[in-house]
């Protein structure tokens, strides 16, 4: 008798439930699973891919996941919105497949759709770097829009960005309770690789947006970097991985604005020859219409004068 009420329990409670989850991977094999367990009560599980070539939509299709697919891009705000397009429920949870939440914090969104009192919520995220809860370095709390009616936030195609809202918001308090868990950079090799990546990225959005950027501008954003990281959010209490991670971050803002500088190098070695071929063009075209406009009609003068001498004997 008990097991058939738990089991009318759980399904009045799954027909209810009126929350989707999306998810975005790219090679998650090794915490997909993990992640998918942590929201398996959702109403409806939906997977943004960027083209795995592992064992992640294998996985992904254990929980019966709805799967699409979007293009790769190297970052994932690009794929944000499309995610949310897909989804059916009116309230949407945004996960990277890197991310698990608690029972206590599936409790509380559970608590917020039902009230239906706001449109979105800033949940912290704790964030473990090599190993570690980082409980400072501007790593905590690290509140992040993810959880919000599906028509209230939009996200732009810009790395990093914070998305646009419309409505009401809730802030969860800094408890580890209420915070998504994050099994961020693992180790330094994977900082570097995504660094590269990302400061790319980065370095093409500051030169669209027209930051003025000179040959000191890489020393001042990594030294400023540092001491915000170290100092100012006392990445110091971190110990050794605080240092690290603040050597890190400013090396990370160092190599984005270099990159800067070598794109504008790049561009403007690209504007110096686009300007000299354009330049061999007006000349050029300077040529032909002084020869057309002046050197032809004097030209056919000296021949009708020729004709005239001619004409009258004189040569």
């Not at 949870?93 to 969104?109: F, G, R, W």
């Not at 580890?176 to 099994?183: P, T």
Request: hydrophobic share 40%; glycine share 4%.
């Amino acid at each position: 008798m008990q097991m058939v009420l738990n089991c009318i329990s759980f399904c009045l409670f799954f027909y209810m439930n009126n929350i989707s989850v999306v998810i975005h991977t790219y090679n998650s094999a090794s915490t997909l699973r993990n992640c998918l367990n942590s929201v398996k009560w959702t109403n409806e599980i939906i997977i943004i891919d960027m083209g795995s070539v592992d064992e992640t939509l294998k996985i992904a299709k254990k929980y019966k996941s709805k799967i699409y697919f979007f293009k790769y891009t190297g970052y994932v705000e690009p794929a944000r919105n499309f995610g949310i397009s897909k989804v059916k429920n009116k309230w949407v949870l945004i996960l990277d497949s890197d991310e698990t939440i608690s029972v206590k914090l599936k409790s509380k969104l559970i608590e917020i759709s039902k009230q239906d009192r706001i449109d979105f919520v800033l949940i912290p995220r704790k964030n473990i770097i090599f190993n570690k809860w980082i409980k400072y370095t501007g790593w905590w709390p690290d509140h992040k829009i993810r959880f919000f009616k599906k028509s209230s936030v939009r996200w732009t195609r810009q790395i990093h960005d914070v998305p646009s809202t419309i409505g009401k918001s809730l802030l969860l308090p800094p408890h580890e309770a209420y915070s998504i868990h994050h099994e961020n950079y693992q180790s330094i090799s994977q900082f570097i690789e995504r660094l590269n990546r990302y400061t790319n990225i980065e370095s093409r959005k500051i030169l669209k947006n027209g930051e003025n950027v000179d040959t000191y501008t890489p020393f001042r954003k990594a030294s400023k970097e540092f001491i915000q990281r170290f100092y100012m959010s006392e990445g110091y209490k971190d110990g050794f991985i605080g240092l690290l991670l603040s050597v890190l971050m400013s090396f990370y803002q160092f190599i984005a604005y270099a990159k800067v500088l070598e794109n504008k190098k790049r561009l403007n070695e690209q504007s110096n020859s686009l300007n000299l071929i354009i330049n061999v063009i007006i000349l050029e075209g300077l040529r032909v219409v002084s020869w057309n406009f002046i050197n032809l009609p004097l030209l056919k003068l000296a021949r009708t004068f020729k004709r005239k001498i001619k004409q009258y004997g004189y040569i």
